[in-house]
């Protein structure tokens, strides 16, 4: 591991995720990209056939019934880093990302809610004309961390 990123942890979820396949998909792709663990907001699933690598019992997954209970719960010194197609995002292709975060996904059908864009630290895009699937797009941004760029 490179010294210039110790230290560093970060976690991934959805608000009010729509299907259970997707939320396996992002699990698998958690534990391959290093997440430290994974949540969801609102809707909680049970283990998910698409998590063919079994992600649920290698990274911790914690459950919030709502966002304030996120907010509340999250580890102190955590900046939110919301992923989502607006005016206010910075575009991911040249987005520092934070140290210590999480990344917290939409549904698909209406993404993150007023109050998690609101009280995210930093909203972040990248160049697609239209939405993503949720699991494609937390991939993407896993990966893109991956690559070692520049933290702040």
Same mark, same amino acid.
């Given at each position: 591991?490179?010294?210039? &990123?110790?230290?560093?942890? /970060? ?25 430290? &663990?994974? /949540?969801?907001?609102?809707?909680? $699933? ?14 911790? $997954?914690?459950? $919030?019934?709502?966002?304030?209970? /996120? ?54 895009? /990248? ?26």
């Amino acid at each position: 591991m490179n010294s210039n &990123f110790e230290n560093e942890y /970060f976690g991934i979820g959805i608000q009010n995720g729509k299907t259970p396949e997707n939320l396996g998909v992002l699990w698998r792709s958690a534990q391959n990209f290093g997440a430290s &663990f994974i /949540f969801t907001i609102g809707n909680r $699933y049970a283990k998910q056939a698409s998590d063919t690598h079994n992600a649920v019992k290698s990274i911790p $997954y914690y459950h $919030y019934d709502t966002f304030d209970d /996120f907010v509340n719960n999250i580890p102190v010194g955590t900046r939110i880093v919301g992923v989502e197609l607006s005016d206010k995002s910075e575009d991911l292709e040249t987005f520092k990302h934070p140290r210590r975060c999480v990344y917290l996904l939409g549904a698909e059908d209406h993404g993150l809610s007023k109050q998690a864009m609101e009280k995210s630290h930093l909203l972040v895009k /990248f160049n697609s004309p239209k939405s993503l699937n949720v699991a494609v797009a937390g991939s993407i941004v896993m990966y893109d961390r991956s690559l070692g760029k520049e933290r702040i």
